[in-house]
Every structure is written in C-alpha cells, then in structure tokens.
Nanobody, 125 residues
Framework: QVQLVESGGGLVQAGGSLRLSCAAS????????MGWFRQAPGKEREFVAA????????LYASSVKGRFTISRDNAKNMVYLQMNSLKPEDTAVYSC??????????????????WGQGTQVTVSS
C-alpha cells in the first residue's frame, strides 16, 4: 500500500481548467496502476480516469473523455489529472487511488486498495 495526497482543487468557472496532482509516498510507485474517482453530493463514487504503471495504457469515463487527461511521472511519484472545459456537473470531491499493477485497468473502486483523502473541485456556472 502507498499513501496518497491530492492537491490542486478549487473553484473555477465553467469552461475553465484545473490540474489535480496526487503525490504518492513509499517505494515502488511505478508498480501501481493509478486511478482518479470523484463523488458528488448524493451520488455514488464514479470512475474518472486510470493509467497503467507504464503510462502506455489509459482509460477515461465517457463523461470526461476529450476534456480530461491523466498522466504520471514515476520519477516524481506523481499522478496528474488535467481538467479542461470544466462543467458544473464536474463538481465533486476527486480522489486518487492505487492498486498493484494488473493485467487490465480497473474502472470500479473495489480493486484499488490505497486512497487519498480527496480534493474539492467546484465549477460555477
């Protein structure tokens, strides 16, 4: 397990951009698949994006595809989520998550065994 800390959330107007960062502590960060999830008030936690350990594989939820980009820098133990063209419906607490490298990227929360505390993203209309 690794410890994760998110940052970069805030208040932005619709159409604006934010970049979220997730800092991982511990060794062997490159051995983990990483994901971003979000949870809005009154809604279930939903998948946003995932990236494989090698950064060669990515997955995106259909709701964010074309607007969000997930990336990682293994040398810095960092994962990023670049969010462009933000919409009010993107408002949520965003959390990063890690799981031991697997054969396929996971889009449900349960396979991820390490979670950050989350960072609030609020998009105003």
């Amino acid at each position: 397990q690794v410890q994760l800390v998110e940052s970069g959330g805030g208040l932005v107007q619709a159409g604006g951009s934010l970049r979220l960062s997730c800092a991982a502590s511990g060794r062997m960060f490159s051995m983990y698949d990483m994901g971003w999830f979000r949870q809005a008030p009154g809604k279930e936690r939903e998948f946003v994006a995932a990236i494989g350990w090698s950064a060669g594989s990515t997955l995106y939820a259909s709701s964010v595809k074309g607007r969000f980009t997930i990336s990682r820098d293994n040398a810095k133990n960092m994962v990023y989520l670049q969010m462009n063209s933000l919409k009010p419906e993107d408002t949520a607490v965003y959390s990063c998550a890690a799981r031991t490298r697997g054969l396929v990227l996971q889009t449900t929360p349960s396979p991820y065994d390490s979670w950050g505390q989350g960072t609030q993203v609020t998009v105003s209309s």
